[in-house]
């Protein structure tokens, strides 16, 4: 009889002591933040659960945590590179049998930084437009713009045909003093197809009025003839228009980006840093005030929380890409509703280094905020790492390093993201976080690429403004 007592009570016991294990597992599940791919921790009005994950992960953010990552790549075995997963976040494409991006085929013709937009009547085509690579000896003469209707072919997007050269004029060159050289250098540069609510626009860089190089636009529907039934309702940049901004001007002034508010009036936004520069904007291309004073201060405090500090002077942050409107919820939710409170502007910027004669750039994505006065909204606390990315070596194919075999030792490639568009046909500025986008890049000024990607994956890692403090 003891020897049964004894027994049911180590048993007793041994039950015990499983359960307060399994409970206290329980718990722990319960409370630990949700870590999802799919965005849900960026949802305003998500489960508590999710709320209370993306509150306990920003608070953990400080200045001093947001360092970017250093220029120098781990590297495998392989020669392969391995992405710090603390540093980067890295993004996979929706397609690909390899989760890797896909190249761009331009019929044989060199070219690099591509943009990509929806065919107006093709639903299996996209318009490509991207930087001819100039021969050699022309470098510094002249420069085209390419363009052609391109679909996918075995995981590659392939120009039906050979591309044309997109007919915009060259301008007259205004540069004096130690910039006199670029009135010697002619024709449009680093153009950038997009859409806005209505139209689609080409923006590019060229010879300017005001100042030495500016930034110049023009409705692409008046330049292709895939849109030759839409041009007739062409009216603002109806012919190529150089936008304007706020003095004081740079000699070279480039890589600004337009906006749209949520009544469709257009802005141009010139200047990130040392403090936003931004304003609105007219069809003559002229601008109002600059507006950035007006959320200065509030912004600042973002910034200096969340954006990348750069570590040495070799290091700098420039305007990369177009802009899109986007609702944080997503399209498939029945209860997702659009508003002033859950729709925001969102754009990619670089954190530029350069070491051993190397550029690399890397990308972060920032929100502020469609109505007015446009503060920021959240800055990704992580570049992006597009999933491919390879370590910089003669297999790059790089055309400005092929003479060269003093590549420096584990960097990345340098991947340029240039633009970035709605996949789908017919949708034009808006979209929802599980829509589907084009982000497109070039690859060491050589040649282009593109990665498709759900929203929401690049909305990941953010550091909310609100709670900059």
Sequence with gaps: ?????????????????????????????????????????????????????????VEEITNTDVL????????????KPVVDKSAYRE?????????????????????FNPTIIPHPTRFDNWIVVAQRIPKKGDADKYSQQLICNAGFLNGVLVCAAEPTVIPVSSTKGNCENELGYLNFQWGPRDARAFYGPTAPYLLYSGHSSYTCMGMWMEDLRVLVDDYRIESVLAKDFSKATEIQKPPPFKGLEKNFFLFWDNA???????????????????????????????????????????????????????QATNTLAITMCRRTDPKCVQTEQNTYIVNIFHYKTNFAGHSIYEPYVMLFQQTAPFGLHAISTKPLWIAGRNKFS???????????DDYP??????????????????????????DILFLTFGIEDSRPAAIDVVASDLLQDLGLCANAK
């Design 1 to 57: 009889m003891a020897f049964r007592l004894t027994t049911r009570l180590i048993l007793a016991v041994v039950l015990l002591v499983i359960l307060i294990h399994v409970l206290s597992n329980t718990k722990h599940e319960r409370t630990a933040p949700a870590r999802k791919s799919d965005g849900t921790l960026l949802k305003a009005k998500s489960v508590q659960v999710a709320q209370k994950a993306e509150k306990v992960e």
């Design 68 to 79: 970017p990552p250093s220029h120098v790549l781990v590297v495998d075995d392989d020669g």
């Design 91 to 111: 993004i996979f494409s929706n397609t690909t049998s390899t989760g890797n991006y896909f190249g761009i085929h331009l019929s044989g013709i060199g070219g």
């Design 264 to 318: 469709g009036e257009a802005y141009a936004h010139s200047d990130l840093v040392p403090q936003r520069v931004f304003a609105k904007l007219s069809p003559d291309g002229s601008v109002g005030p600059n507006l950035a004073p007006m959320i200065e201060e509030s912004d600042k405090k973002c910034m200096k929380r969340y954006m990348p500090k750069p570590v040495l002077n070799e290091a700098s942050m420039q």
């Design 394 to 404: 003669k297999y790059t194919g790089s055309v400005n390093w092929e003479d060269r």
């Design 409 to 434: 030792e584990n960097h990345s490639e340098m991947f340029y993201i240039r633009g970035m568009s709605w996949m789908s046909h017919g949708q034009k500025y808006h979209g929802y976080l599980d």
